[in-house]
T-cell receptor, first 114, second 120 residues
Framework: GESVGLHLPTLSVQEGDNSIINCAYS??????FIWYKQESGKGPQFIID?????DKRQGQRVTVLLNKTVKHLSLQIAATQPGDSAVYFCAENILSDSWGKLQFGAGTQVVVTP | DVKVTQSSRYLVKRTGEKVFLECVQDMDHENMFWYRQDPGLGLRLIYF???????EKGDIPEGYSVSREKKERFSLILESASTNQTSMYLC???????????????????FGEGSRLTVL
């Protein structure tokens, strides 16, 4: 399944399938990006980050892709599991400023169906 | 494990009351943050602090103040609560990213469980 961030805030994916969550970031000067996962009733948890000098980074079952040309970030989750049901936020930062602060997107709800 | 602890999970206050939200982190992080989270708006930064007794305004500081007297503790204060301050409040902490001795900014944020405030 595939979502387009703010325009499609809910992504429904079948257990075992791969998920793709998209994020269009706003500032072309941003050079640090993070994906967070927030389960119901909990605070956000760090998943993976990437700097602008990279276009791909892999973690455990997750891959983040960065396309600076079109200001697009995506999170791929392999073999989606019920425990992956959550809201996923992308966040951008401008480290090249004197002190960068993260700016968060509105989030995408991922629902994993059996 | 990193732990960011927020003192209250749920609070109900009346308009005009003074509200204190407390946050403690145990990772010796330099930076601490207060966000509020509202449906459809994501996380918005209220205030942050990069050192003891230092504070900086975030994107929506109006109606809030903060206090950081000790490194591990960051308090959010609503001097006179209003109904539009009903929200989920999230505290976070982070280390500082440095490269070649230069400060870059905040590293990954570690969040608390949140404090849901209702102002009647």
């Amino acid at each position: 399944g595939e979502s387009v961030g703010l325009h499609l805030p809910t992504l429904s994916v079948q257990e075992g399938d791969n998920s793709i969550i998209n994020c269009a970031y706003s500032n072309s000067a941003s050079d640090y990006f993070i994906w967070y996962k927030q389960e119901s009733g909990k605070g956000p948890q760090f998943i993976i980050d990437i700097r602008s000098n990279m276009d791909k980074r892999q973690g455990q079952r997750v891959t983040v892709l960065l396309n600076k040309t079109v200001k697009h970030l995506s999170l791929q989750i392999a073999a989606t599991q019920p425990g992956d049901s959550a809201v996923y936020f992308c966040a951008e930062n401008i480290l090249s400023d004197s002190w960068g602060k993260l700016q968060f997107g509105a989030g995408t709800q991922v629902v994993v169906t059996p | 494990d990193v732990k960011v602890t927020q003192s209250s999970r749920y609070l109900v206050k009346r308009t005009g009351e003074k509200v204190f939200l407390e946050c403690v982190q145990d990772m010796d992080h330099e930076n601490m943050f207060w966000y509020r989270q509202d449906p459809g708006l994501g996380l918005r930064l209220i205030y942050f602090s990069y050192d003891v007794k230092m504070k900086e305004k975030g994107d929506i500081p109006e109606g809030y103040s903060v206090s950081r007297e000790k490194k591990e503790r960051f308090s959010l204060i609503l001097e006179s609560a209003s109904t539009n301050q009903t929200s989920m409040y999230l505290c976070a902490s982070s280390f500082t990213l440095r490269a070649s001795g230069r400060v870059e900014g905040a590293g990954e944020l570690f969040f608390g469980e949140g404090s849901r405030l209702t102002v009647l």
